[in-house]
């Protein structure tokens, strides 16, 4: 039997490894090039090198979350742990959405907002997952 949420999961997750591939290899180009900003002007890039360390953070989770929601789409054993990391994800995107707000202003929680998509989508495949684990089955 095919859970009713794996190919919303598959669909989400391989978007969430392609993504957070691209965001890794890009936080850890940003991270060089802070290092070689801070070594030629001779200034702190502390902040900056904060949130570029924040940023890579925040891919290798969703990278995780891509694997192990591809991996376990089907298996409705894990539905529970898929959809809990689909709540930490709402709730981390819902955060910088926030932060985009309040510090950066209304075009960049714009574009957070966009962000909030895949986790949404993620934890609705995870949400009938859970359902369908709690349903009696008929085999």
Do not use: C
Not at 29 to 48: D, K, Y
């Amino acid at each position: 039997m095919k859970a009713p949420g794996s190919s919303l999961l598959k669909v989400v997750g391989i978007l969430y490894v392609i993504f957070a591939g691209l965001g890794i290899i890009f936080g850890l180009i940003g991270l060089a090039g802070l290092a070689a900003l801070g070594a030629v002007l001779g200034i702190s890039t502390g902040l900056l090198t904060l949130s570029a360390l924040i940023a890579l953070a925040s891919a290798a989770f969703r990278l995780f979350v891509g694997i192990v929601g591809v991996k376990n789409s089907n298996n409705l054993e894990k539905a529970g742990f898929l959809r809990t990391l689909g709540i930490v994800d709402v709730v981390l995107a819902g955060a910088s959405v926030l932060f985009g707000l309040f510090l950066l202003g209304f075009a960049s929680a714009i574009l957070e907002l966009i962000g909030l998509v895949l986790p949404i989508l993620f934890l609705i495949g995870a949400s009938k997952n859970v359902a369908a684990a709690g349903a009696p089955r008929s085999e």
